[in-house]
């Protein structure tokens, strides 16, 4: 499922299939606050509390909605296992990344 709305996030919460490290990047970044997840360190593999998919990064990355937006600063996540290709093509950042 890609994630587009923030009705595709709601599906995915309600399914019980965010992820903790999810959670806490969506939260984080609705607050304009980055996103250390444990040590920070890279880890060598999936994990709920470090996976993250791709597809949501990208919507956060862009600006999220009306209704999940990321602050301006943009979304700053370290120590995460992205799951999937991250693709950033023909997109525009909103803040840093």
């Given at each position: 499922?890609?994630?587009?709305?923030?009705?595709?996030?709601?599906?995915?919460?309600e399914a019980g299939k965010?992820?903790?490290?999810?959670?806490?990047?969506?939260?984080?970044?609705?607050?304009?606050?980055?996103?250390?997840?444990?040590?920070?360190?890279?880890?060598?593999?999936?994990?709920?509390?470090?996976?993250?998919?791709?597809?949501?990064?990208?919507?956060?990355?862009?600006?999220?909605?009306?209704?999940?937006?990321?602050?301006?600063?943009?979304?700053?996540?370290?120590?995460?296992?992205?799951?999937?290709?991250?693709?950033?093509?023909?997109?525009?950042?909103?803040?840093?990344?």
């Amino acid at each position: 499922m890609m994630i587009r709305t923030h009705d595709d996030i709601q599906r995915l919460r309600e399914a019980g299939k965010l992820t903790t490290a999810e959670e806490t990047l969506i939260k984080n970044c609705r607050a304009g606050e980055p996103t250390v997840l444990e040590d920070g360190k890279l880890p060598a593999g999936p994990s709920d509390a470090r996976s993250v998919r791709a597809d949501l990064l990208r919507y956060l990355i862009c600006g999220g909605c009306e209704t999940c937006p990321t602050q301006d600063v943009g979304v700053g996540l370290v120590g995460a296992y992205v799951m999937g290709t991250l693709d950033l093509d023909f997109t525009t950042a909103k803040g840093a990344t």
